[in-house]
């Protein structure tokens, strides 16, 4: 059974940095492409950051381009989101998911794992 667990989101003044992490339970993580989407309240679930199985490849949305970097460590079946220079804008629940092909990598609709999600809020 496949399990993803989000952590490390919390409360943040702008300009500042977290680091997420997520922990993948299940054989087919060392082969699973892996992202991270992010939903404000009254908004609809965004795409943040992929990588690729391998970590050859990564994908950003334009709005974190430059200050969020994605990373994984296959040995211990994480992925992690170094979000830095953080703005009030980027406050919303982080969720990291897995599953898809790499060209639909920025479709939620096309990701068959996904974790519980974690909370991150910037203040101005």
């Known amino acids: 059974q496949v399990q993803l667990v989000e952590s490390g989101g919390g409360l943040v003044q702008a300009g500042g940095s977290l680091r997420l992490s997520c922990a993948f339970s299940g054989r087919t993580f060392s082969t699973s492409h892996t992202g991270w989407f992010r939903q404000a309240p009254g908004k609809e679930r965004e795409f943040v950051a992929a990588?690729?199985?391998?970590?050859?490849?990564?994908d950003y949305a334009d709005s974190v381009k430059g200050r969020f970097t994605i990373s994984r460590d296959n040995a211990r079946s994480a992925v992690y989101l170094q979000m830095n220079s953080l703005k009030p804008e980027d406050t919303a629940v982080y969720s990291c998911?897995?599953?898809?092909?790499?060209?639909?990598?920025?479709?939620?609709?096309?990701?068959?794992?996904w974790g519980q999600g974690t909370q991150v809020t910037v203040s101005s």
């Open positions: 990588i690729s199985w391998s970590g050859s490849s990564t």
């Open positions: 998911g897995a599953g898809p092909r790499w060209t639909m990598i920025q479709r939620s609709q096309d990701y068959d794992y």
